[in-house]
């Protein structure tokens, strides 16, 4: 409690020795007169300096209105790369499943080829299960395509046509051909 009251009678001195100042300074203070040329030049510095302050800000405003739409077309090529390669995923489940009903549709298909007893419909199911499995090996591949060109495509809308592209291809090519 005596600490509070130290405390409270320090401030009480700081207040009028402040107080005390304050009426010196409003006394002793000489008024001049102002050199309208000097405040004219500071408020044309200071009109210079908000129209730059303006222009900053629209500046910034547009940056920051490009910088979402840039966030917005990202996330939009992110959901489309995803759902890609959920297809891509689906596609790959369907082939492994194909190829694991080829598998034991073979197998049944050699086990009575092993025994002597030709059974037809063990060849249609296994045929049937094959021309399947090519479908969805197809699927798999289309969709695995698809979601390569989606990875690709920003990267080639963005590319810089350099002026020797075409020497650059040409190199490739013939590389490619003495391989």
């Known amino acids: 409690m005596s600490q509070i009251e130290e405390l409270h009678r320090r401030i009480t001195a700081a207040l009028e020795r402040i107080?005390?100042?304050?009426?010196g300074l409003n006394v002793a203070a000489p008024v001049a007169?102002?050199?309208?040329?000097?405040?004219?030049?500071?408020?044309?510095q200071l009109e210079d300096e908000k129209l730059v302050n303006a222009q900053l800000q629209e500046r910034l405003k547009s940056l920051h209105e490009k910088q979402e739409r840039a966030g917005e077309a990202a996330a939009e090529v992110q959901g489309q790369q995803r759902a890609q390669m959920e297809q891509l995923?689906?596609?790959?489940?369907?082939l492994r499943k194909v190829n694991a009903m080829l598998r034991d549709n073979n197998?049944?298909?050699?086990?009575?080829?092993?025994?002597?007893?030709a059974e037809p419909h063990l060849i249609n199911k296994s045929m049937l299960?094959?021309?399947e499995a090519l479908r969805a090996a197809r699927a798999a591949d289309s969709a695995e395509v698809a979601a390569i060109l989606g990875q690709l495509e920003p990267l080639i809308?963005?590319?810089?046509?350099?002026p020797d592209l075409g020497e650059a291809i040409e190199r490739a090519t013939e590389f490619g051909e003495d391989a």
């Not at 107080?19 to 009426?23: A, D, L, M, N, S």
């Open 129 to 131: 299960g094959e021309l």
């Open 157 to 162: 809308a963005g590319a810089i046509v350099a």
């Open 19 to 23: 107080g005390t100042g304050v009426e």
């Open 33 to 44: 007169e102002p050199d309208t040329g000097e405040v004219e030049a500071l408020r044309q």
């Open 107 to 117: 197998q049944a298909l050699r086990d009575a080829n092993q025994a002597g007893v």
């Open 89 to 94: 995923d689906s596609e790959l489940q369907r």
